[in-house]
């Protein structure tokens, strides 16, 4: 079946994406450029506008694509934790995939600090943030656990903070991150 021009169309905005999210990673968001998109896409510069209104619009998606499954990735396992333990030990094995300088922390790092600075992308970084949130908040509520909105507030931030300081230098040690993180959750 021969694909249609609403296909390769698809399959070039997908591909402009990906390329966006790689080079906000590897050279950061104010580095990466229409011209750097179109070259490692293999398109002209006049493809990249034709499917964005902007650079902004093309590096808040691509970013905002790879958070939200990420996001949706981690709220899915959090959703099946049967216990606050499961649930931190999820939280714990999925801050071993990420050193800090790997290209996902990248971007995240990237995309926080131009979120600081663009209140569009702020508003959108923030729905999913609080998405994430309030899907641990209520998991940890249904587990009995205390404070779970600020519990999970903490948590998510934590996630954050980590991956940020191991760009610095080891952290702490996976049994060490669970006993800390145990007390958050302790009762009482």
């Known amino acids: 079946m021969r694909a249609t021009t609403a296909d390769r169309g698809r399959e070039v905005r997908r ?3 990906h390329v966006a999210a790689e080079l906000i990673a590897e050279r950061g968001w104010t ?3 229409t011209r750097l998109i179109a070259e490692r896409a293999g398109v002209t510069p006049g493809v990249v506008h034709y499917h964005f209104a902007s650079m902004r619009a ?3 998606e691509a970013a905002l694509g790879v958070i939200r499954d990420l996001a949706e990735r981690l709220g899915t396992g959090l959703d099946q934790a049967g216990t606050p333990d499961e649930a931190l030990g999820l939280i714990a094995g999925f801050l071993r995939d990420y050193d800090g300088t790997d290209p996902t922390s ?3 790092a990237e995309t926080y600090l131009a979120a600081g600075r663009d209140d569009d992308l ?3 970084l923030g729905e999913v943030v609080g998405g994430l949130r309030r899907r641990l908040a209520d998991r940890l509520a249904a587990q ?3 404070a779970p909105e600020a519990t999970a507030a903490t948590l998510i931030a934590l996630i954050d903070g980590i991956v940020l300081h191991r760009a610095l230098g080891p952290g702490p040690d996976a049994a060490d991150l669970m006993a800390v993180l145990r007390r958050l959750v ?3």
């Open 31 to 33: 580095a990466v450029s």
């Open 106 to 108: 990248l971007l995240f």
């Open 144 to 146: 009995g656990v205390a």
């Open 15 to 17: 591909r402009l994406l």
């Open 122 to 124: 702020r508003r959108a």
């Open 58 to 60: 093309l590096l808040a």
């Open 186 to 188: 302790a009762p009482g």
